[in-house]
């Protein structure tokens, strides 16, 4: 058993901070489109291609970053990621092209993607059964909590009235908190299932002492007996029969998270204001009451989700992002009640962080078995990044055509998403992860390597 104190508290908190990165970068260019378009004379196409390129850069983290963490570890992998975050704000800060800004935008697509998948892993592997949800859920808080000082930021510096140079100052001043985030890292410790998978036995069992176990000789016995469990040949390969339910699962949640709009609306949403009409200031004070509203929604969620359990969250936030989704395709279509679109906006991403957002890394976090865990969060964010940079994309090109058009689109796959929710998903919040595996069929059954394992867990510790 493992109880909160606040050596696993700070590591959550430092771990966590990823995310603050992730939703900086994430919604930070919403404030630039405009500018990089004037400043570079980008056409729609181009400009879809220029908020994409980061994405695709995500892609690529979060494919390799399932290998990454399983070779070097949570921690390890992590600073390099932070070191991602900072490199690309300083390139795109002092960019002299259209093309260096879009390797650098790429270079922090590689830290988005890659602390995508490690950093909810890690957190899940050291947080107790009954708090994971939570725990695994603060990535998500520092991610809403980084999009909001992201339209803050973008909001202060749009004051300053700074012209050509003022993108440059948006993008770039994310370099600061990547900074503290790399010296931070050093601080925390690796994950002891990952130290236990090593074969470091006495470090895995200092750690969990460390993490608050209250006989972390047993859990580790316990972790030791899971791994051995998977360690039939090609346990370590994701593609194969056994984790079917799984993969469908990961697959599923991932590509509807992007194809229901959220990063859409929010890397476009001072271009949505600007098409009903919105000046510039307004534009800027609309986004952070958006970003503030996420963050309020994600706290709630949190404090809910390991009591109501996370498909019930999925559940009731589609209905109200179909709601919502409604009335926004309206107002684009007939042309009327633009002042409603803020508050219509706000209810949208509320129900999104409530849902969805709330959701998805913890739920990808828990599905796996231990050998493959890293691997399929890693499938699970490559699949949302890759949807999320095709949405992303495509929305000035279609808002083009329609303004209402990729509204009417989110709204089907709201539907849709309820849909499969409603009949696939199982619950599994306050679960162990090992019984999860058990429950999803992922885990062989109990073997006399069992014994085994609990002697040579004991005979390595014991010796000198």
Not at 59 to 87: K, N, Q
């Amino acid at each position: 058993m493992t109880t909160l104190n606040g050596t696993l508290i700070r590591t959550v908190f430092v771990a966590a901070l990823g995310g603050s990165l992730l939703g900086f970068d994430t919604a930070v260019i919403a404030g630039s489109t405009q500018g990089l378009t004037q400043v570079f004379g980008l056409t729609p196409s181009e400009l879809g291609f220029t908020v994409s390129a980061a994405l695709w850069g995500t892609v690529i983290g979060a494919m390799a970053a399932g290998s990454f963490g399983r070779v070097l570890g949570g921690r390890t992998s992590l600073l390099i990621l932070a070191s991602c975050y900072l490199i690309s704000a300083l390139g795109c800060a002092f960019s002299t092209s259209w093309t260096w800004l879009l390797i650098f935008r790429f270079i922090g697509g590689l830290g988005m993607g890659g602390s995508s998948v490690i950093a909810p892993v890690y957190i899940a592997e050291i947080a107790p059964p009954a708090w994971r949800g939570r725990l695994v859920g603060a990535f998500q808080i520092n991610i809403i909590g980084g999009i909001l000082i992201a339209y803050l930021s973008n909001y202060v510096i749009g004051l300053f009235e700074l012209g050509a140079l003022e993108w440059r100052w948006q993008l770039g001043i994310a370099a600061a908190p990547a900074a503290l985030f790399l010296v931070m890292l050093i601080g925390i410790p690796q994950s002891p299932r990952w130290l236990a998978a090593q074969g470091r036995l006495e470090e895995a069992k200092q750690v969990l002492g460390k993490l608050g176990s209250t006989q972390p000789l047993a859990e580790l016995v316990a972790i030791r007996a899971s791994l051995e469990s998977d360690a039939t040949p090609n346990a370590d390969r994701l593609f194969q029969w056994r984790y079917r339910r799984p993969i469908l699962l990961a697959l599923t949640l991932a590509m509807f998270n992007q194809l229901i709009g959220i990063n859409a609306v929010l890397y476009y949403l001072n271009d949505i204001f600007a098409m009903a009409g919105f000046d510039r200031t307004s534009q800027n004070a609309q986004a952070v009451a958006v970003g503030a509203t996420m963050l309020i929604a994600t706290l709630i969620a949190l404090s809910l989700i390991d009591r109501f359990g996370r498909r019930t969250l999925l559940l009731v936030g589609s209905v109200g992002l179909a709601l919502c989704l409604a009335g926004i395709a309206t107002i684009f279509q007939i042309r009327q009640g633009e002042q409603m679109l803020l508050f219509l906006l706000v209810g949208y991403v509320a129900f999104f962080a409530f849902s969805q957002g709330a959701v998805i890394w913890v739920y990808l976090s828990e599905i796996f078995p231990d050998r493959v865990r890293a691997q399929g969060q890693s499938l699970g964010s490559s699949t949302h990044w890759v949807m999320n940079a095709i949405v992303s994309a495509a929305f000035p090109v279609v808002a083009t055509q329609s303004q209402a058009g990729p509204f009417f689109a989110f709204l089907v796959m709201v539907i849709l998403q309820f849909v499969a929710v409603l009949l696939f998903f199982p619950e599994t919040s306050g679960v162990r992860l090992e019984d999860i595996q058990r429950r999803l069929g992922t885990m062989d059954p109990p073997n006399s390597s069992g014994g085994a394992v609990n002697t040579d867990v004991g005979k390595a510790l014991d010796s000198p």
